[in-house]
């Protein structure tokens, strides 16, 4: 995707992490986790990145987080990427005590690999980033003004995606696919039947 503008994604409740793994071997889903350290103030948050030979914009992508003010932790997933491309993680990952780069080998799949970043994010807050998708400037901030907002207790919420132009992406806000909401959308009939809703939303103000 292009820029995502997330004000407003974060999932609550995720927290605990181990030290940076430079290997983490096929045992990886049962790694256990730690304690987060203690902080004070406002809660820390992580973000979770899945990379599976994603190309060259992810090195935009990582810089943006890593420079993000109120990025507390980088988790980088890693199930594989060009020799090159890993190499320059590691580096980042050496030079950075906010990124934690986890290589598992093996593609294992990218909702194998959200969980596998949430364990090992310390954040109480996680935001789960596409590889490809470049944090505006404030956007973490902005985020943790909205969940502080939101108090205790598990919620999620959902983010703005926009492209390179500055338009909503499609597909960032959809309805709830349904035979009809398919059919409405594909054909287009929200312009002639009266109450019949497409099923984007990124025409929709927000």
Same mark, same amino acid.
């Given at each position: 995707?292009?820029?995502?503008?997330?004000?407003?994604?974060?999932?609550?409740?995720?927290?605990?992490?181990?030290?940076?793994?430079?290997?983490?071997?096929?045992?990886?889903?049962? $790694?256990?986790r730690s304690e987060a350290a203690?902080?004070?103030?406002?809660? +820390?948050?992580?973000?979770?990145?899945?990379?599976?030979?994603?190309?060259? +914009?992810?090195?935009?992508?990582?810089?943006?987080?890593?420079?993000? !003010?109120?990025?507390?932790?980088?988790?980088?997933?890693?199930?594989?990427?060009?020799?090159?491309?890993?190499?320059?993680?590691?580096?980042?990952?050496?030079?950075?005590?906010?990124?934690? $780069?986890?290589?598992?080998?093996?593609?294992?799949?990218?909702?194998?690999?959200?969980?596998?970043?949430?364990?090992?994010?310390?954040?109480?807050?996680?935001?789960?980033?596409?590889?490809?998708?470049?944090?505006?400037?404030?956007?973490?901030?902005?985020?943790?003004?909205?969940?502080?907002?939101?108090?205790?207790?598990?919620?999620? $919420?959902?983010?703005?995606?926009?492209?390179?132009?500055?338009?909503?992406?499609?597909?960032?806000?959809?309805?709830?696919?349904?035979?009809?909401?398919?059919?409405?959308?594909? $054909?287009?009939?929200?312009?002639?039947? !009266?109450?019949? +809703?497409?099923?984007?939303?990124?025409?929709?103000?927000?």
């Amino acid at each position: 995707c292009g820029l995502c503008i997330p004000y407003r994604v974060l999932l609550r409740g995720l927290a605990g992490m181990a030290p940076r793994d430079s290997s983490v071997g096929g045992d990886v889903g049962l $790694l256990p986790r730690s304690e987060a350290a203690p902080g004070a103030g406002t809660a +820390r948050l992580s973000v979770v990145t899945v990379s599976w030979q994603t190309g060259p +914009r992810l090195l935009e992508a990582v810089a943006a987080i890593l420079a993000a !003010p109120g990025v507390d932790e980088f988790v980088l997933v890693n199930h594989g990427n060009p020799p090159d491309l890993i190499r320059r993680l590691r580096e980042m990952a050496a030079g950075s005590d906010k990124l934690v $780069l986890v290589e598992t080998g093996a593609n294992l799949g990218f909702a194998k690999g959200c969980n596998i970043g949430a364990r090992r994010a310390s954040g109480e807050w996680v935001v789960f980033l596409n590889p490809d998708a470049v944090l505006r400037p404030g956007s973490m901030r902005r985020m943790k003004a909205s969940a502080a907002e939101l108090g205790s207790g598990m919620w999620v $919420l959902g983010a703005r995606i926009t492209n390179e132009n500055g338009t909503e992406q499609r597909g960032g806000r959809r309805g709830e696919l349904t035979p009809v909401s398919a059919m409405v959308s594909f $054909l287009g009939l929200e312009r002639f039947i !009266p109450g019949a +809703r497409n099923l984007h939303f990124e025409n929709q103000p927000l």
